[in-house]
């Protein structure tokens, strides 16, 4: 049986050959029940269309004013870079550093890593490097929380609210709309068929 038609359970390492499956469907495991791959239909063609839709939506979260705030006839504009900034400033820079790394830094990288992966797989190219890159890109997935700030600033909305008239600016619903860009990504990419193209380099 050749190993590279071999797939170990991530439930109960039993392994298993892999076999094709009917669009939609999915492979489950003879011993627990686990599922261990799907066919997604167009995989790489959604993911990298969700992959564009996010570099946009990513690039106007960070170039557009975030909030406004309105107290006492003065009024502050924020931006992404700025809240880490004041973080910074203010002698957090724990929590600004891992802002920045969570909500800008991997979500930028791993956007622009499928897109580097992606769409020269698209034209049946192969770019260097695509093996470690598309093995970094998904260890990074956990590492991506857009979701987890985006709540944050929900919360602070709230409390704030009282206080000061607040004013969501463009890029608010760039970050939003973004959080359903990355996990659309996540949800349409099939890395199987990455690694099937890649054959050897792999």
Known sequence: MPTDRLIACHECDLLEQMEPVPAGGD?????CGAVLYQHKHDS???TLALALAALILFAVAN???FLALEMQGLETRTTLITGVRVLYEEG???VAAL?????????GIRVLGF???LLPLRLNRI????????RAI???QNWSMVDVFMLGILVSVVKLAGMATIVPGIAVWAFALLIFALAGMNAMLDPRIVWDRLGPHS
Request: hydrophobic residues 50%.
């Open 99 to 107: 802002v920045l790394l969570t909500a800008v830094l991997v979500p």
């Open 138 to 140: 998904l260890s990074l």
């Open 44 to 46: 790489l063609d959604r």
């Open 127 to 134: 770019p260097p490097g695509t093996p470690l890159l598309f």
């Open 115 to 117: 897109l580097y992966l």
């Open 92 to 94: 957090c820079w724990e």
């Open 63 to 65: 170039s557009f004013p």
């Open 27 to 31: 492979a489950r495991c003879r011993r």
